[in-house]
């Protein structure tokens, strides 16, 4: 047994008052005159007897009680752990997680109440002189501080539902980081969460110097379905066209979700797109035709109908149409009439030509397409450009001049990992095979392969190709034309020139023409059309050049409010630093001038929130071994379970019982003995 305040003890010496009492009061004597005592000898005899042993009984109750109320103010306890209690001022760091999946249900009330009343009983465990530190998903800059107990407690009230998803290793690390600075107190971590499994990651802990306990809040178990993302198929889209729109629908439940309603808002109208089922712990993809009929931003929104869990039933992306999209010639003697015909007669294509010596190179971010139209010769200048301008996802279409500088265009190809021409050969060859699992020609023929009418060349270039992809194939297994990544852009290189006298692929329209066009949607310079909450904090489109003079201030506006981002110019390019602004899903407008949105963002809350399966307070001691799980139900009182965890079994409430207890039994020993 051991005491929590063990200087009281000297209070001890004051049992000397009732033996005092007892050896100068009840052993003083009363003379009693009688006629006769010859009678009373045999009573008093007996009397004397009854009267020691009341006496010692009185004297025994006085001390007994007087040690108990010692024996109280002290505080004795015995420890649980077998061990030596640590004494003086604590630093106590509790983290409440209050993510959207604390928003489930116990049997008595919401995860999140429930916790903040965990961390109440908590804090009310400790003393006065302790220091506290309340610590939720939001990270903000109160967290960072050690409060007092009445502002600690006081903070716990304002603690709300947060977007922001983080993993607990985040967390238990950012706690020893404030914990380390507090010197001269003893320190101790709780972590009260659901614990989930996509959340829960703790390395190998070992630190002897500070205890973690882990406090689980336990759900009543349920199902959840979430739509987790969408995207198109085509990276680029013009007006009068019909895309394939994918969306992922995930079923975390135990049991298959049948006749799930999918609905599509687009361009302002709610349409059903139709219903799916999904096995249970399974994804599935659905897929939704979306017509673009309308120019300009479109806010779109996923919709899958599921209760009770709702924050990831809605999907907010948000994408521009462009009703032109800009395509450039650079050509050298003269620009291709094919390729003027083929682009001008489609009307979702700005076709524009210039010579390669009247280039402006900082317009080349403006286009989708870039044609290098049989130059003799590439300059260094050009090569450089066209690097960086492929890097930041742009799409370059190269047709070779039959008397080339071969050794400029081995410089691009070097420069961008591409196709590598080799030797003239003036052969006649027949384009054979087309990879229609490639985008570019991916959908686009109705008829087989075989009866297609294929390009014929009288003269080509051959093309060594490391990497990349063959998207027309000679009969003999050499390239007619190729693809290669790099950066977020595409080359495609042609072995022929585009002149007549040497191919006739312009003559082949229903292979041409649409090869032309995919190139165009294939364009790599596309924004994300959905960011998540919490994870994009930055974000990136080009600068507005005609912004005018003075100072140029972004805002951003939302359901969230207005706010001003962290704004950096690096070149062309402008960057966003939203520093955790946004914390409600939807769409965010981005303005220089207030009549004038620049662009659309739209922001969904973190997925990993979606899975509610958690972790149980077993797999969690079995899991993580070095950490102490504190498993109790909702009506446990944490106060005293904390008090007793960190002192052991408090006695000084039986100290005072059994005081009561014996003055009550020296009152009837003195009323009735």
Known sequence: MQFLYPGFLWALAFLAIPIIIHLFYFRRFKRVYFTNVRFLKEVQEETSARRRLRNLLVLSMRLLALTMLVLAFAQPFISRKGEEVKRGPRAVSIYLDNSFSMQAESSDAALLELGRKRARQIIQAYGEEDRYQILTNDLNERQHYLLEKEEALNFLEEITYSPVTRSLSQILELQHSVLDKADGYQKEIYLISDFQRSVTDFADYRDSTVEV????????????????????????????????????????????????????????????????????????????????????????????????????????????????????????????????????AMPQIRYEEKPASQLDYSTFTNYKLIVLDELPKLSSGLITELKQYVSDGGNVLVFPHAQADVESYRSLSAALHAARPGNWEEIKRQVSRVNTDEFVFRDVFERTDEQLRLPVTQGNYSLNISSGEVLLRYRDGSAFLAKNEWGEGHVYFCAAPLDEQYSNLVRNAEVFVPMLFRMVLASGSVRPIAYVIGKDEWLELPHQTDAGGGDIVYKMSGPGGEFIPEQQLIGPRLRLNLHGQIRQAGFYHLYLKPDQILATFAFNYDRRESDLHTFSPSELAEKYGSMQVLEASAKTDFTQLIAEQNRGISLWRWCLILTLVFLGLEGAILRWF
Do not use: C
């Open 213 to 344: 306990s882990l406090v689980p809040m336990q759900a009543v178990a349920m199902a959840n379905v979430s739509i987790d993302s969408a995207w198109f198929e085509n990276p680029v889209r013009a007006m009068g066209q019909t895309y394939r729109l994918f969306a992922k629908v995930s079923n975390y439940g135990e049991e298959e979700q049948e006749d799930l309603r999918l609905s599509l808002t687009h361009e302002g109208e709610t349409k059903p797109a139709g219903t799916l089922d999904v096995p249970a712990g399974k994804q599935e993809i659905d897929t939704i035709n979306v017509g673009m009929l309308q120019a300009g931003w479109h806010e779109d929104e996923l919709e899958v109908e599921d209760y009770p869990v709702q924050f990831d039933d809605h999907y907010y992306f948000a994408f521009e149409l462009s009703k032109e999209l800009p395509v450039l010639n650079i050509y050298g003697e003269r620009p291709a009439a094919p390729l003027r015909r083929a682009f001008s």
